[in-house]
């Protein structure tokens, strides 16, 4: 990531100048218990954007970071392992000198390179000063099978060799990722898809610190806390990680998808782009959906049912109230209990069944997504009688729904019901609310008492109609 901010001014700008107003070095892990350990006092917020994890997961990562530890996040998809570590970042100094033109951005104090070390030594206290954002000390690498060692320590510099540098020369090495994560953080996403061979390239870093590269050993004292994410799967039954590189993993934790509905639901208001208004009791019934499918034993639990999937479904049912709001006219656009039907189609694709549930994959969905409507509405409905709206739609006031029909149709095929106004109520909708917003709340009552079987419903490919 590359950063666009102007460092302030009055920093000093040579290593003179930066030994005497105090900025002496030290560690990266060093920097980030500090840092973290002064948010802590002050009470300020640390993690933005992660939620659920307030009393599981972030307490087990903060004493991993006093203790000076690296870090392995185990978890399956889909559970905020990436954008969690991504928030270390908040926790480095927000500026950090460095000698200018380094590869390895070292401090002007404490430089690590020949090259670099040929510079201080001429040039002392005259020597340049640059200042890093902290931003761009984070490094993140995806970890795929084709990962060479020189992607992530280094290789032989071709270019240098032709200029004339021999291939004993140090400085023939280009350095890889993590050496040039130099005082920073490294974060390698599914370390167990690394091959082996290549793990083993890790174990003097993280270990000895030093880098090896090509049959000579360059000792660098190199300062990265180094993270990492994995399946709990990979890590554990197939044994992908070697013993060794395991064993120099300060703090393993695990990760986990949210525990109550409310930070689901949260979770997907926060992370979802809905165009269209998408009411809190369509959230509940897709956070309880996808809490059925974590429990059902059709879906395959190892590979696990991402977040992602319920913020997915969340923008399929607004882009279904946008498709029939451009379809009838309807403004604003507003997403009613019928869009739900747009989801099992639409993302069947992200979940892995079971291998023995061939076939019967559209008949589970549907089950849990019913149960799901119908969870939702005996909860917020518990208590209200419901007779009188199956009387007047039994009675001869059928009501239609669908993409081509909009919500003041729905309110139009049922006479004046008090009844009507009080399941209104009980999802904050008010008598002068769009029609969208109250035919979303009539549409949930209607089906929750399809599937409690007080009323009929007939579906085709146009449309729904109760009675």
Same mark, same amino acid.
């Given at each position: 990531?590359? %950063? ?9 700008? *040579?290593?003179?100048?930066?030994? =005497? ?22 009470? %300020? ?17 903060? #004493? ?16 905020? /392992? ?6 270390? *970042? ?51 690498? !995806? ?72 049959? +000579? ?28 590189? /395991? ?7 695990? *990760? ?13 208001? $926060? ?16 956070? #309880?959906?996808?809490?059925?499918? #974590? ?26 109230? =946008?498709?029939?709001?451009?379809? *009838? ?20 694709? /992200? ?15 549907? +089950? ?15 208590? !209200? ?36 106004? $009080? ?33 009929? /419903?007939?579906?085709?490919e146009q449309r729904s109609v109760y009675g």
């Open positions: 990531m590359t %950063n666009s901010r102007t460092p302030p001014p009055g920093l000093p700008s *040579t290593a003179g100048e930066l030994r =005497v107003s105090g900025y002496l070095p030290y560690g990266v892990k060093v920097e980030v218990r500090r840092n973290l350990l002064t948010a802590l006092r002050s009470g %300020n917020p640390l993690w933005s954007g992660i939620v659920g994890f307030e009393r599981t997961v972030l307490p087990q990562l903060e #004493r991993a970071l006093i203790a000076g530890h690296d870090v392995v996040l185990l978890g399956e998809r889909g559970q905020g /392992k990436t954008r969690l570590l991504r928030g270390l *970042t908040a926790l480095l100094d927000e500026w950090t000198p460095v000698i200018p033109g380094s590869e390895l951005d070292e401090h002007p104090l404490e430089p690590i390179t020949p090259s670099s070390l040929r510079r201080a030594a001429e040039e002392g206290d005259a020597l340049p000063v640059a200042w890093r954002h902290r931003n761009d000390r984070y490094v993140e690498k !995806l970890a795929t099978p084709d990962t060479a060692v020189g992607d992530l320590i280094g290789d032989v510099d071709p270019v240098k060799v032709a200029e004339g540098r021999s291939l004993g020369d140090p400085e023939t090495i280009h350095f890889g990722l993590v050496p040039r994560a130099h005082r920073g953080i490294v974060t390698i996403n599914e370390l167990p898809d690394l091959a082996e061979r290549i793990q083993v390239a890790l174990l003097n870093v993280m270990e000895e610190r030093d880098v090896q590269v090509r049959g +000579y050993s360059l000792r660098l004292p190199l300062d990265v806390l180094l993270v990492a994410t994995a399946n709990p799967e990979d890590y554990t039954n197939r044994g992908r990680i070697i013993t060794p590189l /395991k064993d120099r993993f300060g703090a393993e934790i695990r *990760t986990h998808y949210p525990f109550d509905l409310d930070d689901e639901i949260s979770l997907i208001r $926060q992370e979802a782009l809905l165009e269209a208004e998408v009411g809190d009791h369509l959230l509940e019934v897709l956070a #309880r959906f996808v809490g059925h499918l #974590r429990e059902s034993s059709a879906v395959d639990q190892r590979s696990g049912v991402s977040a992602r999937f319920a913020i997915a479904a969340a923008e399929t049912v607004s882009a279904a109230a =946008v498709h029939r709001a451009a379809l *009838t006219g309807e403004d604003p656009a507003v997403a009613r209990p019928v869009d739900l039907d747009a989801v099992p189609a639409v993302l069947r694709g /992200k979940l892995e069944f079971e291998a023995g549930e061939e076939g019967r994959e559209d008949e589970v969905l549907g +089950y849990l997504l019913r149960r799901s409507v119908a969870d939702t509405a005996r909860g917020l409905f518990a208590g !209200l009688d419901l007779h009188s709206l199956v009387d007047a739609v039994t009675g001869g006031h059928q009501v239609a729904t669908g993409e081509r029909i909009a919500g003041s149709d729905v309110l139009t095929a049922l006479p004046e019901l008090p009844v009507l106004h $009080q399941v209104a109520e009980r999802l904050d909708v008010r008598a002068g609310d769009p029609p969208g917003r109250i035919a979303s709340a009539v549409e949930l009552a209607l089906e929750s008492l399809y599937l409690a079987k007080k009323l009929a /419903k007939d579906t085709d």
